[in-house]
């Protein structure tokens, strides 16, 4: 058609390519987690893109996530269901809370997203909640050294992409890192 094709495209195929090889890489040994990982990163690249672009995340994809998350956790790992589903109802909880406590801080989006992170998480969901949380903190805190902190305030960052590089990082080492800090306490 002789039209020009935006980098953006390349680098976010190039972006899951990376990001799936990963999954793979570390989860090669566990079937179920190897696809619940890999179902994931297919859904939470197009939301976090959407997110920073619109500042929403759709229920077209939030809403099939959820559903894919059950069932693929269902045929493959039933044992580790009640985990998962309990797992997605404190993330979504939690950031429910948040939502309540300053409606204008984040949106539901991020609530079903939380939601959807524990879905295919299970527990290691805590991992990617504070790695959102960490990461999203310093954005901000970037925002208002370069901003200013009255401009910085009023700054509207989609949490979306934060969420979902936490899921990233949970998927790659959320049970070793949760692991690892849990033994501190043995």
Do not use: Q, W
């Not at 890489?25 to 079937?31: S, T």
């Not at 805190?141 to 910085?152: C, F, M, P, T």
């Not at 979902?164 to 306490?185: E, K, R």
Request: with cysteine; aromatic share 6%.
């Amino acid at each position: 058609c002789g039209e020009r094709i935006s980098a953006r495209y390349p680098l976010v195929e190039a972006g899951t390519a990376v990001a799936l090889a990963a999954v793979a890489a570390v989860h090669a040994d566990d079937p179920a987690r190897l696809a619940l990982g890999a179902v994931l990163v297919l859904f939470l690249i197009p939301m976090a893109l959407i997110d920073a672009d619109t500042r929403l995340i759709p229920n077209a994809l939030t809403g099939p996530a959820a559903i894919a998350a059950i069932a693929l956790g269902l045929a493959l790992d039933p044992s580790g269901e009640p985990e998962r589903l309990i797992a997605g109802a404190a993330a979504a909880a939690f950031f429910l809370l948040a939502l309540l406590a300053y409606p204008g801080g984040m949106g539901m989006g991020d609530v079903k997203l939380a939601g959807v992170l524990g879905l295919f998480l299970g527990a290691p969901v805590a991992v990617a909640v504070l790695a959102a949380l960490v990461t999203g903190t310093i954005a901000g805190a970037v925002v208002v050294a370069r901003d200013g902190v009255a401009a910085g305030r009023k700054a509207k960052v989609p949490f979306g992409p934060f969420l979902a590089f936490g899921g990233l990082v949970a998927v790659l080492c959320g049970t070793p890192l949760m692991d690892a800090y849990l033994s501190t306490f043995a």
